[in-house]
T-cell receptor
Framework: QKEVEQDPGPLSVPEGAIVSLNCTYSNSAFQYFMWYRQYSRKGPELLMYTYSSGNKEDGRFTAQVDKSSKYISLFIRDSQPSDSATYLCAMKETSGSRLTFGEGTQLTVNP | DVKVTQSSRYLVKRTGEKVFLECVQDMDHENMFWYRQDPGLGLRLIYFSYDVKMKEKGDIPEGYSVSREKKERFSLILESASTNQTSMYLC????????????FGSGTRLTVV
């Protein structure tokens, strides 16, 4: 079983929809949680970063962490065609430098 | 802006060739990483380095080696390229303890024929 599970999609939504992207994990030592966005033929870029449980909001994006359920989510409000990309979750324990990534979810927002 | 620069966007090499992929970062980051990314498999860690001349094996080091002679440069070497090494290769760097995540390069799309 993978340490981090992420539905690869693809996910297709109309412009303006609310998008929910999710990851589950098995390692209870994970404390740092991130979301990366990767456009086609580009490297991933850091989108959101949270520590431990709770919510974090940045414009149209909200990241949620529920450590009791070992579940993290990324919500995109008022989705735009420019949000079309692959979204990867990533996690890290308190010690060490290594991130563990989900497989990535491919999102398409249709005009 | 932190920049991680990979020397080539696209490469085509023949089976059995020795291949060098170069990565340079300009923000004095301690840690550097090499991943490959394949459909259905996600990002898989090949090697990483937390200091000059230091290296650690990742999850799939077989068929690869690395070199880090200077802090800013981390090279991935395919000793004898094979067709199953056709992939997207991504380099990343981070500060120690990765409090703010990795910065990735744009990737090198390697095709081995």
């Amino acid at each position: 079983q993978k340490e981090v599970e992420q539905d690869p999609g693809p996910l297709s939504v109309p412009e303006g929809a609310i998008v929910s992207l999710n990851c589950t994990y098995s390692n209870s030592a994970f404390q740092y949680f991130m979301w990366y966005r990767q456009y086609s033929r580009k490297g991933p870029e850091l989108l959101m970063y949270t520590y431990s449980s709770g919510n974090k909001e940045d414009g149209r994006f909200t990241a949620q962490v529920d450590k009791s359920s070992k579940y993290i989510s990324l919500f995109i409000r008022d989705s735009q065609p420019s949000d079309s990309a692959t979204y990867l979750c990533a996690m890290k324990e308190t010690s060490g430098s290594r991130l563990t990534f989900g497989e990535g979810t491919q999102l398409t927002v249709n005009p | 802006d932190v920049k991680v620069t990979q020397s080539s966007r696209y490469l085509v090499k023949r089976t059995g060739e020795k291949v060098f992929l170069e990565c340079v970062q300009d923000m004095d980051h301690e840690n550097m990483f090499w991943y490959r990314q394949d459909p259905g498999l996600g990002l898989r860690l090949i090697y990483f380095s937390y200091d000059v001349k230091m290296k650690e094996k990742g999850d799939i080091p077989e068929g690869y080696s690395v070199s880090r002679e200077k802090k800013e440069r981390f090279s991935l070497i395919l000793e004898s390229a094979s067709t199953n090494q056709t992939s997207m290769y991504l380099c990343a760097s981070s500060r120690d303890r990765v409090l703010y995540g990795y910065t990735f390069g744009s990737g090198t799309r390697l095709t081995v024929v």
